[in-house]
């Protein structure tokens, strides 16, 4: 059996060696200022305050993506979404003889030049073909 009073409890965020706090009081302003600053850096709140007073994130932080990249992710796979239901109404409208559908197939036109633009903004080369 384990000694009970050795063995950590708790998460595993809480059985880090990290035993130490340092609470610090800010107004909302600087505190929504802290926060988008080390949303910019792509780090926690935590690592960015460590970066800032030791000057390294300390061990085990995991970068964030930057909110920016976030919504521009989320912007394409939106597009993509929309793109493939304009091309499942093009082949209907391809398939019956009452439209020509050349509004639907204008939508696919205009798609691509928005996601190159997402994908230059996320520095990604464009694809082919998605």
Do not use: W
């Not at 998460?11 to 949303?39: Q, V, W, Y």
């Not at 960015?48 to 920016?68: V, W």
């Not at 509004?103 to 994908?119: S, V």
Request: aromatic residues 4%; charged residues 25%; glycine residues 6%.
């Amino acid at each position: 059996m384990t000694d009970q009073a050795t063995t950590p409890r708790g998460s595993g965020s809480e059985r880090r060696p990290r035993t130490k706090k340092a609470l610090i009081r800010m107004s909302d302003d600087e505190f929504n200022d802290a926060s988008e600053r080390a949303n910019r850096a792509g780090l926690s709140l935590a690592a960015f305050a460590r970066l800032a007073m030791l000057g390294n994130p300390g061990l085990g932080f995991q970068r964030r993506p930057q909110i920016e990249k976030v919504l521009l992710l989320r912007t394409l796979g939106q597009l993509a979404h929309l793109n493939h239901l304009a091309q499942i109404i093009a082949r209907s409208i391809a398939t019956s003889d009452s439209c020509n559908g050349s509004e639907i197939h204008q939508i696919g036109e205009d798609y691509r030049p928005l996601r190159d633009a997402i994908l230059a903004a996320l520095k990604k080369r464009s694809p082919e073909k998605l």
